[in-house]
């Protein structure tokens, strides 16, 4: 398993992926008929760098890494983590967060917040801990999970 950055010849393969993690409509913001249009300002961004996890020539996972504000803020980064169904289990979500710790270092980031981890996704807030993020913050009712209605979602923060 290799984590490198994304190119061109990757967007369908992480369209695919992208696609399967929203239409559940339980872990992130976008609503699950997104257009494959929007992936360019979603994933693809001038202002963000976007990494696959590839093996064996498949790409499992997909993470973006990016300024968390403009201006007086951009020393704290932002990343958005996608791991592809049937790879779920396997390490590519931890192997993703190690590669984002090192690379927002190297950038001269001083910290990741994230935004908005919903509450219910237990698998990723206990991932994140073990990573040593914390919860600094909760926005009750934050987050409109297409099958519970509005849950809580968490600011998560690691200083780097």
Request: charged share 20%; glycine share 8%.
């Given at each position: 398993?290799?984590?490198?950055?994304?190119?061109?010849?990757?967007?369908?393969?992480?369209w695919?992926?992208?696609?399967?993690?929203?239409?559940?409509?339980?872990?992130?913001?976008?609503?699950?008929?997104?257009?494959?249009?929007?992936?360019a300002?979603?994933?693809?961004?001038?202002?963000?760098?976007?990494?696959?996890?590839?093996d064996?020539?498949?790409?499992?996972?997909?993470?973006?890494?990016?300024?968390?504000?403009?201006?007086?803020?951009?020393?704290?980064?932002?990343?958005?983590?996608?791991?592809?169904?049937?790879?779920?289990?396997?390490?590519?979500?931890?192997?993703?967060?190690?590669?984002?710790?090192?690379?927002?270092?190297?950038?001269?980031?001083?910290?990741?917040?994230?935004?908005?981890?919903?509450?219910?996704?237990?698998?990723?807030?206990?991932?994140?801990?073990?990573?040593?993020?914390?919860?600094?913050?909760?926005?009750?009712?934050?987050?409109?999970?297409?099958?519970?209605?509005?849950?809580?979602?968490?600011?998560?923060?690691?200083?780097?």
């Amino acid at each position: 398993m290799r984590i490198r950055k994304a190119t061109e010849n990757d967007y369908d393969a992480v369209w695919e992926i992208f696609k399967q993690v929203i239409s559940t409509g339980d872990t992130y913001v976008f609503d699950p008929e997104t257009p494959k249009s929007d992936l360019a300002k979603h994933w693809f961004a001038s202002y963000m760098h976007t990494f696959v996890v590839e093996d064996n020539g498949k790409i499992l996972g997909t993470y973006i890494i990016k300024p968390n504000q403009i201006d007086l803020g951009s020393h704290i980064a932002n990343c958005s983590y996608m791991v592809h169904a049937n790879a779920q289990g396997k390490g590519v979500g931890g192997a993703m967060c190690r590669h984002s710790l090192e690379f927002a270092k190297e950038q001269g980031f001083k910290a990741i917040q994230f935004n908005i981890v919903v509450s219910t996704n237990e698998v990723a807030v206990k991932l994140w801990q073990k990573y040593g993020f914390q919860i600094i913050g909760t926005l009750p009712k934050g987050f409109k999970h297409l099958e519970l209605g509005y849950v809580d979602a968490f600011i998560m923060y690691k200083e780097l």
